[in-house]
C-alpha cells in the first residue's frame, strides 16, 4: 500500500491567519510549487499571496476522490499535463533551456537532445529524463 500518492495541481495560494497556504479541500504532505518558469521546491514566496501557481503535490489516498474532482487537477503523469494549455502561465521551459550546462569558459551549452523542444519536467536532470 502506497503511504502518498502524487499528481500535479494548480491552486491559489492564500494567507489564512498569517499563513500562506493553498486553496484546495484537501491535504498536501510535500509540494514543488512552480511560479514563472521557476521551481520554488516547497517555499511559500510572499509574492505569490493570491495568484495560481502550479504544484507537484503528495497526497493521502483517502482523498483521491477529492483532488481528482479538484478543479485545478492536472494529472498524475508529467506526458499528460505538459500537454495542458493551462499550464503555459506558469510553466513553459523548453529541455533545450532547461538542461543547458554551462562550459568552463562561461558559454551556455543548450541541451540538443531530440526531444530538446519538448516541455521540461519541472524538475528534471539529463540523468532523470
Not at 11 to 31: C, M, N, S, W
Not at 106 to 129: C, H, Q, V
Request: glycine share 4%; net charge negative; hydrophobic share 30%.
Amino acid at each position: 500500500m502506497e503511504i502518498y500518492k502524487n499528481c500535479y495541481i494548480l491552486a491559489r495560494v492564500i494567507e489564512e491567519e498569517g499563513t500562506l497556504k493553498f486553496d484546495i479541500p484537501f491535504r498536501t504532505y510535500h509540494q514543488a510549487i512552480v511560479k514563472d518558469n521557476e521551481l520554488k521546491y516547497c517555499y511559500f514566496d510572499p509574492s505569490m499571496k493570491d495568484k495560481e501557481v502550479m504544484v507537484y503535490i503528495s497526497y493521502h489516498p483517502d482523498d483521491e476522490e477529492k483532488v481528482f474532482k479538484y478543479k485545478g487537477f492536472l494529472g498524475v503523469e508529467w506526458k499528460d499535463v505538459e500537454k495542458s494549455e493551462r499550464i503555459k502561465p506558469h510553466w513553459n521551459v523548453t529541455k533545450a533551456d532547461y538542461l543547458a550546462e554551462t562550459n568552463e569558459f562561461g558559454a551556455t551549452i543548450k541541451y540538443a537532445g531530440k526531444d530538446k523542444d519538448k516541455l521540461a519536467k519541472p524538475y528534471e536532470t539529463k540523468e532523470n529524463k
